[in-house]
Nanobody, 125 residues
Framework: VQLQASGGGLVQPGGSLRLSCVVSGFTSNDYNIGWFRQAPGKQREGVSC????????YYTDVAKGRFTISRDNAKNTVYLQMNSLQPEDTAVYYC???????????????????WGQGTQVTVSS
């Protein structure tokens, strides 16, 4: 399984970005995709995740009310719409796949077998 994250960039506070994660090399929709982020000097943290099969979603507090995760199974793509961005949202954003049959929606990094390369999001005026 390969994941390709894109859509990052420089945005002003209060602005929006939409990140995309294209999944290839997996023939079914039986997996979860998580979005994580890592700011300089900080640990990687969970943002949001989705069960690609049934669309169930889960958000951490940093994302609730501002970010929306969605998927387009026809395009094998998961999106993260980020609104009301603030400087503290500046980080490299990663998508990752949990392929386990016994998976649950989780932000435990060790549950995710495949990771994308990350896309930089910078929020600054």
């Amino acid at each position: 399984v390969q994941l390709q994250a894109s859509g990052g960039g420089l945005v002003q506070p209060g602005g929006s970005l939409r990140l995309s994660c294209v999944v290839s090399g997996f023939t079914s929709n039986d997996y979860n995709i998580g979005w994580f982020r890592q700011a300089p000097g900080k640990q990687r943290e969970g943002v949001s995740c989705i069960d690609v099969n049934d669309g169930a979603t889960y958000y951490t507090d940093v994302a609730k009310g501002r970010f929306t995760i969605s998927r387009d199974n026809a395009k094998n793509t998961v999106y993260l719409q980020m609104n009301s961005l603030q400087p503290e949202d500046t980080a490299v954003y990663y998508c990752a796949a949990d392929l386990s049959r016994l998976r649950t929606l989780t932000f435990n990094l060790y549950e995710y077998e495949s990771w994308g390369q990350g896309t930089q999001v910078t929020v600054s005026s």
